[in-house]
C-alpha cells in the first residue's frame, strides 16, 4: 500500500542492503529518497512504499514520480563499515529472548526485564551477547554473584550472538513489513532458529 502526503509520518523504515544483498541498516524513506536521487540505488525488492511527484516539465507537461521500495541495495560508499558483532543493548536483548526470563521462563514486559551475567563480570564474565541473557528481577536477585548450577537453577536456552540480519530485526520488531521480514529471516544463523524452536 502506498503512503499518501499526508501519512508520510506512517511510512515504515527501509532495509537497506548492501550490493551483495547482505542487510546493512533500516533507512527512513528520507534518507531512501536522497539514495534514489544520487542514483546509489541498484536493486530493489518488495513492494513499493511511497510514491512521490516531483513537478511539471515545462516543455510537455509531464510529471516525475518515484516510487520508494520497503528493500533497496545500494551502492557507493553509504554503507557502515561492516560489523561483525551487533552492538548490545536490552532492547534487542530482551527481543533476542522473546521477552522470557531464561531461568523461570515467565514473560515480561521490558520493565521488569534485567541484563544477567551468566558467569558474574565479578567472576570474569564479560558484558557480552554470548554471555548474558534476560531475567526478570526475581531471578536475577536470587542468582546474585552465583553461577546458575550454585542456586539450584538452570538456562531455558543458551546464548548467542545474532547475526546483522536477526539485530535488524530485534532493533525494529512490530514495525517490519512482510516482505522485509521474509528476507531477514532467510539469513537468521543456526542458533537463533534453533533456539525459536526450544523455546516454543
Known sequence: MLATLDSYDRV???LRLNLSGQPVDWATWQEAVCLYARNLVVWKRGES???LRGGRSRFD?????MDVHSIIACGGRIARHGRSVPPLTNHALFGRDRNLCLYCGGVFPDALLTRDHVVPKSRGGTDAWDNVVAACKRCNHRKGNRLAHECG???LALPYVPNIAEYLALINSGRILG???DFLA???GRASKERESLLM
Do not use: H
Open 49 to 51: 512504499i511511497l510514491r
Open 12 to 14: 515504515p523504515r527501509i
Open 179 to 181: 516482505d522485509q521480514m
Open 61 to 65: 507537461g509531464s510529471r516525475t514520480t
Open 186 to 188: 532467510s539469513q537468521f
Open 153 to 155: 537453577m538452570e538456562l
